[in-house]
């Protein structure tokens, strides 16, 4: 079935050791989201790519970074994790222009911050 | 910005009942509204939506009311079973907010047997 995946759903990282989560889709829509969601809290967006182009928010740390290479690919690279950061960390993809901007979540990447 | 607005925060019902999970949006130019449910461990996921010309739109036990002057949406499930037991996000999504929505709180409900 088309849909989105994230690899790996668990990560551990060293405080300030980089770490980069990558997410993939199936679905060759043309929007790719990362989202930053803590315990119980609703998912947050840290930027998107439309197409090529990066949008980011304007309260996501410098320290979150993203490349999309291609379509089917996007990563997100923590150049110096801290505590703060561990998180469950959603890549979404949608399609925009259609009638309906669904957006479809992947299972999401588990951080974890020694 | 858009600010959305989700109540009640928790929510537990019998097994059976009906739960209603309500929203409410600040901008009138928001014109697309979806409904998440996130289990433990996963990503959310798409369960119901209704545009901004449709004022209500079912699907099986689930449905979703809009009323566009009040500024607010709800969640209707029916018939409630344990396997509905999870965290509903709602969400408002317009062209002023350049291609992204902005989400609820978030609602946890549990469904006791």
């Known amino acids: 079935d088309a849909m989105v995946i994230q690899n790996p759903r668990y990560q551990v990282t060293q405080f300030g050791k980089p770490v980069t989560l990558s997410c993939s889709q199936t679905?060759?829509?043309?929007?790719m989201y990362w989202y930053q969601q803590k315990s119980s809290q609703a998912p947050k967006l840290l930027f998107h790519?439309?197409?090529?182009?990066?949008?980011n928010e304007a309260d996501t740390p410098d320290n979150f970074q993203s490349r999309r290479p291609n379509t089917s690919f996007c990563f997100l690279d923590i150049r110096s994790p801290g505590l703060g950061d561990a998180a469950m960390y959603l890549c979404?993809?949608?399609?925009?222009?259609?009638?309906?901007?669904?957006?479809?979540f992947g299972p999401g990447t588990r951080l974890l911050v020694l | 910005g858009e600010n959305v607005e989700q109540h009640p925060s928790t929510l537990s019902v019998q097994e059976g009942d009906s739960a209603v999970i309500k929203c409410t949006y600040s901008?009138?130019?928001?014109?697309?509204f979806p409904w998440y449910k996130q289990e433990l461990g996963k990503g959310p996921q798409l369960i119901i939506d209704?545009?901004?010309?449709?004022g209500e739109k079912k699907d099986q036990r689930i449905a979703v009311t809009l009323n566009k002057t009040a500024k607010h949406f709800s969640l209707h499930i029916t018939e409630t079973q344990p396997e509905d037991s999870a965290v509903y996000f709602c969400?408002?999504?317009?062209?002023?907010?350049?291609?992204?929505?902005?989400f609820g709180d978030g609602t946890t409900l549990t469904v006791k047997p």
């Open positions: 209704i545009r901004s010309n449709v």
């Open positions: 969400a408002a999504w317009g062209n002023t907010n350049a291609g992204k929505s902005t």
């Open positions: 901008d009138s130019a928001s014109n697309y």
């Open positions: 979404a993809t949608g399609y925009s222009g259609s009638l309906q901007e669904t957006q479809y």
């Open positions: 790519y439309y197409d090529k182009d990066f949008n």
């Open positions: 679905l060759n829509h043309n929007v």
